[in-house]
């Protein structure tokens, strides 16, 4: 079995995905990868001086994209454990440009023959894929110009951190981190939370923007109750900036889907409806594309 495998044909600077390995032997499945390039010409191989490019944390055969490139190929670099530190053997120890890396096996197996020709990534690479607004990437920095203009800045989270902040906010004493954390957990129980309480800044550093959870597909504010968010997720700010394009804190590029996530249930009138306001409100929402979640089933429901 091929250490990893290649989708895709060998255009120059093209995207294509790498699967990165399969037969691990450990009980792992989370690790860090990274690479490198090299230079291949005229059938000489020649070491990269050029410092590791960190892909991120990623699971077990998930696939990885990297654009290809017409003189280099991608060999791979370091895989770390994210889930544990433990000692390993010298002969799977290597350094690389000075970093010592844990290398699988099927890595070290690797042969001239199973490189493919693959470039390194640019160190800011401007994203192509469909956003509303300019993205660029510089690792897991993002730099994002929205419609407006405005320049906004975040850090694509780690898995690890993000669990350890849902764990944080559940032992909160305060019960809007306490619905916070507990939203949190309940999602990522259903699919991966890619974001918690996203920070995100202006070029003066000041805070324009947070978002409590972050998917794939939504993201979800989260109140304690319905008073709260009608002061407080309005179209005007909170609201505006996942669901306005022209605000000048817009910060939902991929225009993800769009859920207000309320935890105590919604008072009722003596005929048992909502309050009028409260059913106001929810329509204004519903109007510009926010659903509105009064329960985690009701929110499981609203999850792709």
Not at 205 to 220: C, G, K, R
Request: negative net charge; proline residues 3%; glycine residues 6%.
């Amino acid at each position: 079995m091929e250490p990893y495998k290649y989708d895709g044909s060998i255009d120059r600077l093209s995207y294509s995905t790498i699967t990165s390995w399969c037969g691990d032997t450990t009980d792992k499945t989370k690790y860090e990868i990274g690479y490198t390039a090299h230079s291949f010409k005229n059938g000489n191989l020649v070491a990269s001086d050029e410092e590791i490019t960190d892909l991120g944390t990623i699971e077990k055969n998930d696939p990885v994209h990297i654009r290809l490139g017409e003189h280099d190929y991608l060999i791979p670099a370091f895989i770390t454990y994210v889930l544990t530190k433990e000692a390993v053997t010298d002969d799977r120890n290597i350094a690389i440009n000075n970093a010592l890396s844990v290398v699988l096996p099927e890595f070290e197996r690797l042969s001239l023959s199973k490189l493919k020709w693959l470039s390194k990534a640019d160190e800011a690479t401007e994203v192509t894929e469909s956003v509303i607004g300019n993205i660029v990437r510089n690792g897991n920095k993002i730099e994002y110009t929205n419609p407006s203009g405005t320049l906004i800045k975040w850090e694509e989270q780690l898995e690890q951190g993000i669990s350890s902040s849902i764990a944080s906010k559940k032992a909160s004493s305060e019960l809007g981190d306490i619905v916070e954390g507990k939203v949190g957990e309940f999602v990522n129980s259903q699919k991966k939370v890619e974001g918690f309480n996203q920070i995100y800044k202006d070029v003066n550093n000041q805070i324009v923007a947070e978002l409590d959870v972050i998917t794939a597909d939504e993201i979800i504010e989260c109140k304690r109750n319905i008073s709260l968010a009608r002061n407080k997720f309005t179209l005007d700010k909170q609201a505006g900036s996942i669901a306005n394009p022209e605000s000048a804190e817009f910060v939902n590029p991929y225009n993800k889907h769009k859920i207000l996530y309320v935890d105590e249930p919604l008072s009722l009138n003596a005929s048992g409806d909502i309050f009028p306001s409260d059913k106001k409100y929810i329509d204004e929402l519903k109007a510009n594309g926010i659903d509105f979640a009064n329960s985690l089933q009701e929110l499981k429901k609203l999850l792709k």
